[in-house]
């Protein structure tokens, strides 16, 4: 997600999945894979349940959708 001039090429304010989700369900697939830096920007941004997109200063976006997250690893190894 960003708005317009935040990065090359965009021309226009982009919503990001998250927030396309709004009012439905993300499924989230073998998010075992999730290295343990994007798991970190990521655990936040589920409990506070608000994006804020690239480029803005402070337009932070209420979203309210279900988190379903799957995966066949061990997660506690």
């Known amino acids: 997600?960003?708005?317009?001039g935040s990065l090359a090429g965009a021309?226009?304010?982009?919503r990001g999945k998250?927030?396309?989700?709004?009012?439905g369900t993300i499924f989230l697939h073998e998010v075992g894979e999730i290295d343990?830096?994007?798991a970190g920007v990521a655990a936040?941004?589920?409990g506070?349940?608000?994006?804020?997109?690239?480029?803005?200063?402070?337009?932070?976006r209420r979203v309210d959708a279900r988190v379903v997250a799957a995966t066949d690893?061990?997660?506690?190894?």
């Open 1 to 4: 997600m960003h708005v317009k």
């Open 36 to 38: 343990a830096v994007d």
């Open 73 to 77: 690893r061990d997660l506690d190894a």
């Open 44 to 46: 936040p941004l589920f």
């Open 18 to 23: 998250l927030e396309q989700a709004n009012g």
């Open 48 to 60: 506070k349940r608000e994006v804020r997109p690239v480029g803005s200063d402070n337009l932070h």
């Open 11 to 14: 021309y226009g304010d982009k």
